[in-house]
């Protein structure tokens, strides 16, 4: 089961997949701007479940990497952190 409902005046998703909740913002106040981006989600959900890996912007990656691994590196040259 799946559906939008508001948190102020922006829309979030929420979906059942595999006995877990998942739940994400849509970041829109257009209600046809949320069931378009739902559907999508929905879609990459499923995906995921059937084994695909989903794509991943390089904004996100570099995200990732900062979070993760930048705070155990040493200073150095190569990430600009002497």
């Known amino acids: 089961m799946a559906g939008i409902y508001r948190r102020g005046k922006v829309y979030w998703g929420r979906a059942n997949r ?9 970041k829109t106040a257009d209600r046809a701007i ?15 479940a059937w084994g695909d890996k989903p794509r991943r912007s390089y904004a996100e990656a570099e995200e990732k990497f900062i979070r993760e691994h930048l705070t155990t590196i040493k200073p150095n040259q190569r990430y600009g952190m002497a």
Do not use: F, V
């Open 18 to 26: 595999q006995n877990r909740e998942y739940r994400r913002s849509l």
């Open 34 to 48: 949320a069931e378009k981006r739902l559907r999508a989600w929905l879609d990459e959900l499923d995906a995921i």
